[in-house]
């Protein structure tokens, strides 16, 4: 499908399920994909989310303008509005129900934009291998905090977007165009707890071997949870094998699955 978008034309492919929806989900990609490479990697997986209609939006040339100050994404030095792009979608698509938003890598990066500047739009967010941006390489601070339910997921052995933060590797700066420093995948979780007001201390419970699940909740906030997958490289947790340069992929759990849970259950 085509829509316009801040003066661009941009394409996406919606997935409606069978008797209606309760939902919008606005799906991003990583870098050099599409959201047909997406779907495919991840098995058509977000499809059969129940209840919920998928919106896979198509970067620019492959890549979004994410929320990182030393970017260097084709999107970036366009001056693409992928913003724009998120709430046309989500104006021609979501007929009064709730919006939310889930990202991958660069994806994932759009997805933290998303919740900087345009929190008003989505009603929650996961962030799949990817993580907020330090202080200094924040594109987007001083907007008001407008509190929303953030699921992460990241992998300990992530060799594109470390767990423990700080800068990507040289290599994967050049090969992606990106760069400056990170937060930690804890850092990450437990900045937006703290954006939702959030105070208590964090649980950490064991879900399997090689999952633990990490949350932040408190009456009257909205929480905050990651997963932390040892082992896990830069994939998307669930059935479907990644790319082999990619890393491993953790099969205890399954995206989608955990995102229900959290999210709408």
Partial sequence: MEIDAAGRTRTYTLI???????????????????????????????DAIPGTAVAYLDGYRGNWNDARTASRFPARRAGVDDVAF???????HAG??????????????LVVRLLHERPDLVAGATIIAAQQ???????VPGRP???????LLHGTSDRIVPYEGGEMAAWARFVF?????????????????????????????EVSASVSRTDYREDGHAPVRLYTLRGGGHTIPGPHPGPRLAGPTNRDIATTEVMADFLWR
């Fill in 16 to 46: 409606e399920p069978d008797g209606g929806h309760d939902r919008l989900l606005l799906v991003f990609h990583g870098s050099k994909q599409n959201g047909a490479k997406f779907r495919a990697v991840t098995g058509g997986a977000f």
């Fill in 86 to 92: 998120a709430e046309a979608v989500a104006g021609r």
């Fill in 96 to 109: 009064g129900r709730p919006v939310y938003a889930a990202g991958y890598s660069n994806g994932g990066g």
């Fill in 133 to 139: 941006p330090a202080p200094s390489n924040l594109l």
């Fill in 145 to 151: 905090v407008v509190p929303r339910p953030v699921l």
């Fill in 177 to 205: 165009q990106v760069g400056g420093d990170m937060l930690s995948a804890p850092g990450t979780a437990a900045y937006f707890a703290e954006r939702n007001g959030i105070t208590a201390p964090p649980t950490t419970a």
